[in-house]
């Protein structure tokens, strides 16, 4: 025979586990403090080898608050602590990318990606390690980090270093003829964004250049102001 008491008190006991198993974290998710709002998917892998020029791009569960991404909340930084430099865009409302900047010196050293085998580690805080972390549009902070690591190629080579997507050369980007936009084809001397040259073509789509008489220098390497 079960005294009443006991009975009562297991019953108690029972309920207040019922009450604790079904009282979670907001949002979802099982660690304590976290939300609905996560990272989907990263294009890339944890221990990957990847190109200097290759873009990376995140996805999210919910749409995106872009004013709060920065390289604190999507940060890239090698193994020595040296920032990966590049351009965060809003591929969609669900969808970060992010391109490294492309090298424009001859030894890739100003790349945003440095070639050679160097070990970068991606990290997207969530709010179970930080304050700072992106939000989604509705202000719901991300709720767990992210963390992976790769390698860039071990080689400085042109053809291994980066991603070619197109077969064949380079193509020129030749804009129309008093055209401004600055995505074309150009000649750059003495290393200035000022002094630009662009390649155009006129109404009878022949190729003309946008300073009408303009002769290249000598280009001279002792001289920089000559270096085109």
Do not use: H, K
Request: charged content about 15%; aromatic content about 8%; hydrophobic content about 35%.
């Amino acid at each position: 025979m079960i005294d009443r008491s006991t009975l009562r008190f297991g019953l108690i006991f029972v309920f207040s586990l019922a009450v604790a198993a079904c009282s979670g974290g907001g949002g979802g998710g099982g660690t304590a403090g976290t939300t609905g709002f996560q990272v989907s998917s990263i294009t890339v892998r944890d221990g990957s080898v990847w190109e200097i020029n290759r873009e990376i791009v995140l996805a999210f569960s919910e749409p995106i608050d872009f004013s709060t991404v920065s390289s604190n909340t999507i940060n890239i930084r090698s193994l020595a602590d040296v920032p990966a430099t590049g351009v965060f865009r809003l591929r969609d409302e669900r969808t970060v990318a992010f391109q490294p900047n492309c090298p424009t010196l001859d030894d890739f050293s100003d790349a945003g990606l440095q070639p050679g085998g160097v070990t970068y580690v991606l990290t997207v805080p969530g709010q179970n390690s930080s304050a700072n972390v992106l939000r989604s549009t509705s202000g719901v902070p991300l709720g767990l980090q992210q963390t992976r690591t790769f390698s860039t190629p071990a080689s400085s080579q042109a053809s291994v270093a980066f991603q070619d997507t197109r077969l064949g050369p380079p193509v020129p980007i030749v804009r129309a003829e008093g055209s401004s936009d600055a995505r074309a084809t150009y000649l750059e001397i003495g290393g200035d964004p000022q002094q630009r040259v662009y390649f155009e073509l006129d109404t009878n789509q022949q190729l003309v250049l946008s300073l009408p008489g303009f002769e290249l220098p000598l280009n001279l390497y002792s001289d920089p102001t000559a270096r085109v």
